[in-house]
């Protein structure tokens, strides 16, 4: 068979390869053509596809949809079917395949001109890199243009007019022109007012109120006297003016500042002075919430936590009285074992960092990366270092507390230490009602310089204290003023003998003696009330963070919450003992709750000693004034598992770690402001929910990042914004939510059996699935849409909580505010670095000196 050159031909060759396709299909009937079959055909072809073979009249080609292409521009390689889908995603059009003719990219009118043809069928531009969808073409150039830039950058990038001196980016510039090209409104009205006396032009004329307006205004514009517009009034502008002159008193300086200030109101862009001025006074600037947040992070927060520390954190030692007065004893070996926890080897782990992305890797690299996917197990108080920005550590037990030493905020030559409580005994339970004075160790491990967005982390144990009051349920650093060469600060512990003890820990910073034990006395002891039997021990300690540090509040299993004041004088509360421990009675005490406090945190406002917080597992929730003794507010809501108050905003988070039986009900991270009458609108506003129960949660200030855990094991950070007077559509818009490690069971014997921590331990592995922390695009994050890629297991309630996150502590030192310490049920602290951070935060330059310290913020 032969076909011709012309279209008619092509067309008929055509239309016998379909019509014998189609009669090929049906056995017994006959194979030949008939001729109107042949011409209902080709009227309706438009291509052939026969085992994958696709013949194109229009490009005289045959494609093969199962070959493999290679596009140009980022080299990958692919199926046909799939490259025009990789072409609009990856590239907008702006690709080509190998061997086809290239594209000039150089060429702006080629790139807009593809872009143009894209953005007629209505679809967005994606970015290369953020991937960020855009809805217009000059959005897409300006944002490429921009994109993972500094705003110093950008600043640079930008041109300026010449006509307005207004600065645009370059590819804005021609748009921008456009808007000096348009003529002024003002004259087309006197154009089309013009009065001719040549009636023969059909002209339409203006309304007659237009037309007596303008001669008015023509009137106006040539008097220097304005008169009253009624007959009996005898107003003259003039001679009003002069009366004023007259009665006034001569200042020249306010003549000349209102004069400027008209100047200046007359330059204003015309959208602002069509903003009412009644309506911007109504509310200060902080509580007006922007449309759109171009930024992950809430830049206001790190100006607002300096300010913060230079006003309340102390330079000067605070507390000298407090010192050890003898030094602590290492404890002797025979009785080391009654303070170590009872478990000396960890279950089986394994730490997979996923990525989202495929990428050719060496033979090395995936021989590095199949020894890392083998389970192994840890010794106690053995670290891990699977990447240089990730640490496991394996501290013996479930972890009840952990905290990050204060440091100078304007030094970044000290250490960071990691103090933390566990349970020697994992499956021992403990009843509100009773007192215990078990065996019990707090582990601090030294963490280096940690310095921002540059150290690698490795811990070590540092040295441990052991006592005899445990279970150990929290601990407290005072916020600052306590560091020296010989002392590193001041550590409260809430033990389980009713009492509260505050250690003076010393340096021992040294090489040569790390890792000992050590058995010393308190400093400080905090008493309830006297006498010898007591049913109660404390569960929460909150240091006042107000200048000075003075007051110190503790809430109590029984659901009591008292206040100390640690520069109490007076004989009747406060008392030495023997060992030169100072014993300070209450300054206040009060029913608070019903049973244990799960919550505490006492405000920096008004010298730190009258606003208060709590919660309870009474399911409760209030605001205390501590002046009147009275609640502000309270509200009862689902098992409030833990609470906090950020320094910078008049509200409080809270955590649920109640969960029901109905899949469709999560627990919930919730807000909750100080007076409702201010915010009506965020009475209880939910942050996030959870799968399960969410058992911790932490505050970074410097960031605006809540970072919580619970039983699923999922480790999520939230950057939010405003935290205050916002409403639930503002917020959503608002926050970035973000999954960085997710934790899951494997099962070893296939049996399902996880009564307790044993049974668990033998059972089952632990598999630690962690994101690249790098750039934010390969973070799961609710900006990018991809958090539903991320599957996190329901936590059954009849199990053992094996992966849950038991404690989590952002770092609040300002030099390594980037750094995190989660604790596991199964004895695991796991510290990581949030380096993403550092592309998204504009970089603040500090320069430090031995008397004072300056720093500029390069946003200014």
């Known amino acids: 068979m032969r076909c011709s050159s012309s279209r008619g031909g092509i067309w008929e060759c055509i239309s016998y390869i379909y019509i014998i396709f189609i009669y090929t299909k049906n056995i017994g009937k006959s194979i030949f053509p008939v001729e109107s079959d042949i011409q209902r055909s080709t009227k309706k072809f438009s291509r052939v596809i026969y085992q994958g073979l696709i013949f194109t009249p229009l ?122 090209d348009k003529p002024d409104k003002t004259d087309e009205i006197k154009l089309i007012c013009f009065e001719t006396n040549n009636t023969e032009l059909d002209i339409k004329r203006p309304r007659r109120a237009a037309t007596q307006a303008l001669q008015m205004i023509h009137i106006l514009g040539g008097e220097s006297n304005i008169r009253s517009i009624f007959r009996d009034c005898l107003f003259n502008f003039r001679q009003a003016i002069k009366y004023q002159l007259d009665m006034c008193n001569e200042d020249e300086d306010k003549l000349f500042e209102f004069h400027e200030a008209n100047r200046k109101r007359l330059r204003q862009k015309t959208k602002e002075l069509l903003i009412n001025k009644k309506t911007i006074n109504n509310k200060p600037l902080f509580l007006i919430h922007p449309l759109k947040e171009l930024k992950l992070i809430y830049m206001q927060a790190y100006d607002w936590m300096m300010s913060f520390c230079l006003e309340y954190y102390a330079q000067t030692m605070l507390f000298p009285n407090f010192r050890n007065v003898q030094p602590w004893l290492i404890v002797n070996f025979n009785v080391l074992n009654n303070y170590l926890p009872s478990v000396q080897e960890s279950c089986d782990i394994r730490i997979v960092l996923k990525t989202t992305a495929k990428s050719k890797k060496s033979e090395e690299e995936e021989e590095e990366e199949e020894e890392k996917k083998k389970y192994f197990k840890l ?358 939510r973000c999954i960085f490690s997710v934790a899951r069971l494997v099962n070893k014997k296939k049996s399902n059996q996880m009564d307790n921590y044993q049974d668990a331990s033998e059972n089952f592995a632990l598999l630690f699935e962690d994101f690249p922390s790098d750039n934010i695009s390969t973070i799961p994050n609710s900006k990018t849409n991809n958090l539903k890629t991320v599957k996190i297991d329901k936590y059954t309630i009849s199990d053992y909580p094996m992966r849950a996150v038991n404690k989590i502590a952002l770092n609040q030192n300002r030099q390594s505010h980037s750094y995190y310490a989660v604790g596991y049920q199964m004895g695991f602290v796991r510290i990581g670095n949030l380096k993403f951070i550092k592309g998204n935060f504009n970089q603040t330059i500090f320069s430090f000196n031995t008397d004072y310290f300056y720093f500029t913020d390069a946003r200014f």
């Not at 921002?452 to 005072?478: K, M, Q, R, T």
């Not at 050590?518 to 240091?543: C, H, M, N």
Request: glycine share 6%; charged share 20%.
């Open 59 to 180: 490009r005289h080609t045959i494609i093969n949809q199962m070959e493999r292409v290679i596009c140009g521009v980022c080299k990958k390689e692919m199926d046909q079917s799939k490259w025009k889908y990789h072409k609009y995603k990856s590239h907008n059009n702006l690709a080509w395949r190998e061997g086809d003719q290239p594209l000039n990219l150089k060429d702006d009118g080629v790139v807009r001109q593809i872009l143009n043809q894209l953005y007629k069928s209505r679809k967005p531009f994606h970015c290369e890199i953020c991937k960020q969808q855009k809805k217009s073409v000059l959005g897409y150039l300006s944002h490429k243009s921009i994109c993972q830039r500094l705003e110093i950058e950008v600043k640079n990038v930008k041109v300026s007019c010449t006509i307005c001196h207004r600065k645009v980016l370059p590819v804005s510039m021609n748009s921008h022109m456009k808007i000096h």
């Open 379 to 736: 010794g106690l108080f053995e670290v891990h270092n699977t990447y240089s920005d990730q640490s496991t550590i394996f501290c013996g037990g479930p972890i009840t507390s952990l905290a990050w030493l204060p440091t100078a905020y304007d030094r970044t030559d000290q250490t960071q230490i990691l103090a933390l409580a566990t349970l020697n005994v994992p499956d021992q339970q403990y009843l509100v009602g009773k007192t215990y004075k078990t065996s019990a160790l707090i582990q601090f491990y030294n963490c280096g310089l940690l310095n921002d967005f540059e150290s690698a982390c490795y811990p070590f144990l540092l040295f441990g204290l052991a006592l005899n009051v445990g279970p150990i349920w929290h601990l407290e650093w005072c916020p600052s003023g306590c560091f020296s060469e010989s002392r590193l600060g001041l550590l409260a512990i809430a033990a389980s003998d009713s009492f509260v003890y505050i250690y003076c820990i010393d340096n021992y910073n040294n090489n040569n003696d790390r890792g000992l034990i050590y058995f010393g006395q308190p400093v400080v002891k905090l008493e309830l009330e006297s006498g010898e039997e007591k049913s109660y021990f404390a569960t929460r300690i909150s240091w006042s963070k107000a200048k000075g540090h003075r007051y110190l509040a503790v809430g109590y299993s029984n659901g009591v919450i008292a206040l100390f004041d640690l520069e109490l004088i007076s004989s009747n509360l406060l008392h030495k003992t023997s060992c030169n421990t100072h014993v300070f009675l209450p300054l206040k005490t009060f029913q608070a709750h019903l049973s244990s406090i799960t919550g505490l945190n006492l405000g920096h406002y008004d010298q730190g000693n009258r606003w208060l917080y709590s919660s309870s597992l009474d399911r409760s929730f209030a605001y205390w004034d501590l002046f009147t003794m009275t609640k502000v507010t309270s509200s009862r809501k689902y098992g409030i598992a833990e609470a906090l108050w950020p320094i910078q905003w008049p509200t409080c988070i809270t955590v649920e770690e109640e969960t029901t039986f109905n899949d469709k009900i999560s627990a919930r991270t919730n807000i909750k402001s100080i007076r409702d009458i201010l915010s009506p609108d965020s009475n209880w506003l939910c942050m996030t929910s959870s799968p399960s129960g969410i058992k911790t949660i932490s505050f970074s200030d410097w960031l605006n990042l809540a970072l919580y855990g619970g039983n699923s094991g999922e480790l999520t950070g939230i950057f939010a914004h405003e935290l205050f007077n916002v409403s639930k559509k503002q917020f959503k818009n608002s926050y970035t």
